[in-house]
């Protein structure tokens, strides 16, 4: 027999595995990302009749309940991670399914910003003030609820133009600094600014980098913050419900005019806010945007 014709003797036998593993209604991974770019995050969706756990890039996948026998889980990667393959593998009972994401680099732009110097070369009490800025912002994604806090899609919080997008290298002063881990979306002072969904306020303060500062849990470690407010109308605690508005846009903190910062950052993986739109977002947000993403 021409080898050929081994060839195609063997297809019905890796049908015949391929469907055992996988029968109509068992454990069926329905969608995945192939690959993530850096500061990315996707919605996996699996099929299934019991409890789903899994993994993604060594850490554990939250699955919540979308629909009858469905599942979802949110993965997510940093801004500054390793390009390269993850590992993905969901399981129900005994059932293992795996699959693979490819983490690939993302081109982020350059920007260069003049700032008053005080608000960049830190010292003394400034300095000391920063740092317990930060781990107080640590301390706020702790206590994150371990089911989705919401139902319906997310928000565009304010419509405007996107002056700063996420994940810039920044040059202020003529020295490179930190990436730029947010979206700034640029519209007149005063501008509402709403929730992007349901959530609990974690933060709602005054710090001297951020300026007006709210940070809301989502839930399953998804945080949304809003930075350089004019004012904010929130508190610690409170449960607040999407679109509702949480402050007015301002020049608070270390900005250059008027804007917000738009931060997300899923279970401390910092992620661009439009890839949460993209992935959970209404219908149309792009038009909410006058450069477009
Ligand atoms: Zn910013």
């Known amino acids: 027999m021409s080898s050929e014709g081994k060839a195609l003797r063997g297809w019905p036998l890796i049908l015949l595995v391929v469907t055992l593993a996988t029968p109509a209604l068992g454990l069926q991974l329905r969608s995945c990302p192939a690959s993530l770019g850096q500061g990315e995050m996707a919605v996996v969706e699996v099929q299934a009749k019991g409890k789903v756990t899994g993994g993604f890039a060594g850490e554990p996948l939250f699955f919540f309940p979308y629909a009858p026998d469905l599942y979802r889980a949110l993965i997510g990667v940093d801004l500054e991670a390793e390009p390269g393959p993850r590992g993905l593998q969901v399981a129900e009972g005994e059932r293992v399914l795996r699959a693979t994401v490819m983490v690939k680099r993302r081109p982020f732009g ?127 605690g409170q449960r607040i419900q999407r679109g509702k508005v949480l402050g007015l846009v301002g020049v608070s903190g270390r900005a250059s005019g008027p804007h917000l910062h738009w931060g997300v950052v899923l279970r401390g993986k910092r992620v661009d806010p439009l890839s949460l739109l993209e992935a959970l977002g209404e219908q149309g947000w792009k038009r909410g945007l006058s450069r477009r993403p």
Request: hydrophobic share 40%; no cysteine.
């Open 110 to 236: 350059l920007q260069r910003l003049n700032l008053p110097p005080e608000m960049v070369e830190l010292r003394g009490e400034a300095l000391r003030r920063v740092r317990r800025e930060k781990a107080l912002i640590r301390r706020a994604l702790l206590g994150t609820k371990p089911q989705p806090l919401w139902r319906r899609p997310f928000l565009l919080p304010l419509r405007g133009r996107i002056t700063g997008a996420f994940g810039l290298q920044r040059l202020i002063n003529g020295r490179f600094r930190s990436r730029h881990t947010g979206l700034d979306i640029a519209a007149p002072e005063g501008t509402p600014v709403v929730a992007t969904n349901d959530g609990v306020v974690v933060l709602a303060s005054s710090l001297y980098l951020e300026g007006n500062t709210v940070i809301m849990d989502h839930g399953l470690g998804l945080y949304s913050f809003y930075l350089h407010l004019k004012e904010f109308f929130v508190k610690r």
